[in-house]
């Protein structure tokens, strides 16, 4: 057990709909991050948080969104949907390099998501 | 070209045999270098995590990094069939957190 907790844990779901995927990071971390898995991109890092701040993105979609609250924990949003839009959804955490000296990320159990 | 290669198996060996697998990457800029098993359907489980050039042991496990040739490596010793599963190497700059992830190769160790 990493000590990332993601909810839930399969999401299915329609075209045009929009869903939250939600993550908590491991005690005394402040960096969240999420990637995205899915069969033909493996795993793409999508966005990072920093302490409530965005720190970096990725290939992030402009549908997509996500946010780091106060008690630290993550939320990634999808919005209108696509059927490519299938896949795994993986939130890390980790302490940043310049306060902990390592990048060690942990990883969540991840979120399955279906478009149907 | 991706910034990391890796070969996706999948790689089958024998129960105890000795097993490496390996990246190229071509940004000089790397210098955090990890590796991570994943389950199927799971999330990735850190294993071995190296800065910058050298070997690194744990266990069964070595990671291995040259920097000059842009390769890394891991090496499982006595593999086991609970070593089956898909590895993935992944790397940072100094100046971002964001990992790149290779493709993954898939190891299945049979009995």
């Known amino acids: 057990d990493s000590g990332v907790t993601q909810t839930p844990k399969h999401l299915i779901t329609a075209t045009g709909q929009r869903v939250t995927l939600r993550c908590s990071p491991r005690?005394?971390?402040?960096?969240v991050y999420w990637y995205q898995q899915s069969l033909d991109q493996g795993l793409q890092f999508l966005i990072q948080?920093?302490?409530?701040?965005?720190?970096a993105k990725g290939n992030i979609l402009e549908r997509f969104s996500a946010q780091q609250f106060p008690d630290l924990h993550s939320e990634l949003n999808l919005s209108s949907l696509e059927l490519g839009d299938s896949a795994l959804y993986f939130c890390a955490s980790s302490a940043p390099i310049r306060t902990s000296g390592s990048n060690e990320q942990f990883f969540g159990p991840g979120t399955r998501l279906t478009v149907l | 070209q991706k910034e990391v290669e890796q070969d996706p198996g999948p790689l089958s060996v024998p129960e105890g045999a000795i097993v490496s697998l390996n990246c190229t990457y071509s940004n000089s800029a790397f210098q955090y270098f990890m590796w991570y098993r994943q389950y199927s359907r799971k999330g990735p489980e850190l294993l071995m995590y190296?800065?910058?050039?050298g070997n690194k042991e744990d266990g069964r496990f070595t990671a291995q990094v040259d920097k000059s040739s842009k390769y890394i490596s891991l090496f499982i010793r006595d593999s086991q069939p609970s070593d089956s599963a898909t590895y993935l190497c992944?790397?940072?700059?100094?100046?971002?957190?964001?990992?790149?992830f290779g493709t993954g190769t898939r190891l299945q160790v049979f009995p």
């Open positions: 948080y920093y302490n409530g701040e965005e720190r």
């Open positions: 005690s005394g971390d402040l960096s």
């Open positions: 190296t800065y910058s050039s």
């Open positions: 992944a790397m940072s700059t100094y100046n971002t957190d964001k990992l790149i």
